[in-house]
């Protein structure tokens, strides 16, 4: 099998694509580099030249607001120019291939591609054709990975609770379509989280789940029966479309996280949820705002987070 | 012309014979030993077999000619010791009407490279609805009927169908997938499409459909012949079809028969197939399979595709992967994989499969037509864009060092291809 395409030569992350296959080392590295960063979102300034000169080029061939602010946010942070590309809406519709936009852009002098697309593995494609110098950051591919999102997680994480070893993290939700859940899961277990649980119906389990190194249960409540970390994952209104689900208060009824259900998992537990929420959906509003939510501090860390990967990628 | 082929290693498995020897060839057969041949092969260190017959070859024509034309194709075919193919109805327009498949005979003819079999479609446009003028597409040339790799969803079009071939013995030949279970899938259901992201496939959308057809074909009799197994069940499922006599037979494709899901490695396009590389366990029953005769025969299931099509995220990516030129090297591997003899491993590709064609090819008996293919069975190849003579240079098996290099390729006597 070919090497990991995220890392150069010398083993230095060259692309952030997945949490899968990082060593624990580059990603303790991230999260440090982000703990440095936190102090400058919260400066009067808030800006460090890191990455003056640089291009940073959003690729959102899948629509996104919050994602692609947060990294136009980090990239200006950092002192780059930034360019943000819907692509969505242009040249995809005119039967452009995705290479040859890539190819179009990196004649422009890109620095770093930062690419959200539909399809699982897009970000592989497009790393194993951009130019040495150039840098490509997953943003969300498909059903795969979202790993700048894994990896605010793991900070978030970390920040409430100082360390892996001792934790038990519930996933709640619709893991078969969650590049979240995915990322934040490979993550978890390379920092040595000693137990990861995935809770939701075998409708929204992908198969073989458990060989990425989590306990599946069907019952939510049993599932957060002592977790420190609960993390709600967003449940799509098409999942209602199809067979997988009856309706939205039946599933609320089983899997969403009330007050109640909360109260079986630890009295310190933090509760999480990458966004947008609905309410009433997956998690009810008295959590989503109440003294466990870190969803909010989420969001924060997640602009110091996707500073560390974008300085981390453009130094290698 | 009349020649002579001296000191080969002359291995026929449709007679078990294997043993040093000459062949001679006369008016385009296998002829009894004469004198003073035009024209002498000194076949010394190579192994003569009957040319291989391989059942599954998409030469693109007509339609798709961007992707590949019958003159590459039929290069390609050739430079891999193919005498014969068997190519299915998914052209386009697709071989539904006797006219197209008249003019891609005519076309393979005029060539006079390889024996070309067309498969005709089952259904009008492959859609799964109205049959197709079965006899007369026979008349022009179709040896079976397929859907290809386009779904069958309706049971009672499926049933008809079969009752219709049954009707007049037409052979029909299906690749099972249950429409619905496998919509949108792309990967084998498992834990590797699980860490990929990928849609997933699961193994029951083949026996299921499978298990579907065996039935009807208890209902009509119907002679099916089931194209590229891809799951432990479906071989299960076969070995006790064939313990109860159904008229059935089966092949498996060289990706199916070496690869699993694993291969996918980081998304490598090259690995979109139909069906979907699964589990090691399936390929492990697939190869057992062939080996106890369950399964058949082996196919390249050779499918051109150009770059366009590969350069994409794997679930865009075009499915298929050139095949014609890795059928002997990989059907070698698998043979000594299992330590089969030379004549065991070789009849997957050649009287087994002329069985399941109904052609007379496929033997080196005296009187048979002259397909011959020597090879050295211990020359090793390297799988590369630069030495494939398709115009598909897609394969998962890229950058792979095989054993077993085609020397000379005679199709009815003529020598059609040397190295």
């Known amino acids: 099998m070919e090497r990991n395409p995220q890392l150069n030569a010398k083993g230095e992350l060259q692309h952030l694509l997945s949490t899968e296959g990082l060593p624990p080392e580059i990603l303790t590295q991230i999260l440090d580099t982000a703990e440095s960063f936190v102090g400058v979102t919260e400066r009067e300034v808030k800006k460090v030249p890191l990455l003056r000169g640089k291009s940073v080029f959003n690729l959102f061939f899948e629509p996104s607001t919050r994602t692609r602010t947060t990294f136009e946010i980090a990239a200006k942070r950092l002192s780059a120019d930034v360019i943000n590309l819907n692509i969505a809406v242009s040249s995809q519709s005119k039967g452009e291939s995705l290479l040859d936009t890539v190819a179009n852009l990196s004649a422009m002098q890109a620095d770093i591609f930062v690419v959200r697309h539909a399809s699982s593995g897009a970000p592989f494609l497009i790393a194993r054709h951009v130019k040495p110098h150039e840098h490509v950051v997953n943003a969300g591919d498909g059903r795969h990975a979202h790993p700048t999102q894994g990896l605010l997680d793991l900070f978030t994480i970390r920040h409430y609770k100082k360390d892996f070893s001792r934790l038990t993290v519930a996933i709640i939700g619709d893991v078969l379509h969650s590049r979240v859940a995915r990322s934040l899961i490979h993550g978890l277990t390379t920092l040595g989280a000693p137990q990861v649980r995935v809770i939701g119906p075998q409708t929204l389990l992908p198969v073989g789940v458990e060989a990425l190194g989590v306990k599946v249960f069907h019952d939510m409540r049993e599932g957060l029966r002592d977790a420190d970390v609960v993390v709600m994952l967003r449940l799509q209104s098409e999942r209602m479309k199809g067979a997988l689900l009856p309706s939205a208060q039946e599933y609320f009824k089983h899997y969403g996280l009330t007050l109640d259900k909360l109260s079986l998992a630890r009295p310190d537990a933090i509760v999480m949820h990458p966004g947008p929420m609905n309410r009433g959906v997956e998690i009810d509003s008295s959590v989503a705002d109440g003294p466990h939510s870190v969803i909010l501090p989420q969001v924060t860390f997640g602009i110091a987070v996707r500073m560390a990967v974008m300085s981390i990628v453009a130094g290698n | ?419």
């Not at chain 2, 002498?40 to 007509?62: M, T, Y």
């Not at chain 2, 590229?228 to 064939?242: H, I, N, P, Q, Y």
């Not at chain 2, 000594?336 to 004549?343: F, G, I, P, T, W």
Request: proline fraction near 6%; hydrophobic fraction near 40%; charge should be negative.
């Open chain 2, 1 to 419: 012309m009349r020649l002579a082929i001296k000191n080969a290693r002359i291995i026929d498995p449709a007679s078990g014979r294997d043993g040093h020897g000459d062949l001679y060839v006369a008016d385009g057969k296998i002829s009894e030993e004469f004198a003073r041949p035009e024209r002498v092969i000194d076949a010394k260190g190579l192994v003569a077999a009957p040319g291989f017959i391989d059942l599954s070859a998409r030469l693109r024509e007509p339609g798709l000619e961007y992707k590949a034309t019958l003159e590459s194709e039929m290069q390609a075919a050739l430079a891999g010791g193919v005498t014969s193919l068997a190519c299915p109805p998914d052209t386009d327009p697709p071989l539904d009407e006797p006219g197209l498949v008249d003019m891609l005979r005519r076309r393979a003819k005029a060539l006079s490279r390889a024996r070309v079999y067309p498969i005709g479609a089952l259904t009008v446009k492959l859609e799964g609805e109205r049959l197709t003028e079965m006899a007369q597409l026979t008349e022009a040339g179709c040896v079976a009927f397929s859907q290809a790799n386009a779904p069958l969803p309706d049971t009672q079009v499926l049933w008809r169908a079969l009752q219709y071939a049954a009707t007049f013995g037409f052979p029909v030949w299906l690749r099972t997938e249950d429409a619905w279970l496998a919509k949108g899938g792309v990967a084998h259901d498992g834990e590797v499409a699980t860490r990929l992201g990928l849609p997933g496939i699961p193994a029951f959308a083949e026996t299921i459909a499978l298990a579907t057809v065996l039935e009807l074909v208890r209902a009509t009799r119907a002679r099916v012949h089931f194209c590229r197994l891809s799951t432990a069940g479906a071989v299960e499922l076969m070995r006790a079809a064939k313990r109860e006599g159904l008229p059935v037979s089966c092949d498996v494709g060289i990706h199916h028969l070496h690869l699993c899901d694993m291969d996918l490695g980081y998304f490598d396009a090259n690995c979109r197939l139909e069906p979907p590389l699964r589990s090691q366990r399936d390929r492990d029953a697939l190869s057992r399979g062939l080996e106890e005769g369950t399964v058949d025969c082996v196919c390249s299931d050779h499918t051109p595709v150009d770059d366009d099509g590969k350069h994409r995220p794997f679930a865009e990516a075009e499915p298929g992967a050139t095949g014609l030129e890795l059928l002997l090297p990989l059907t070698l591997k698998w043979g000594v994989e299992r330590k089969l003899s030379l004549a065991k491993t070789l009849a997957r590709i050649t009287a087994d499969a002329a069985r399941v064609l109904g052609v007379g090819s496929g033997r080196l008996a005296i009187g048979a037509p002259a397909d011959i293919t020597l090879f050295d069975p211990a020359a090793g190849v390297r799988i590369s864009p630069e030495t494939l003579k398709s115009q598909g240079k897609n394969t998962p098996f890229l950058g792979y060092e095989l054993a077993g290099k085609v020397q000379y390729t005679l199709v009815a006597g003529n020598v059609v291809y040397q190295a």
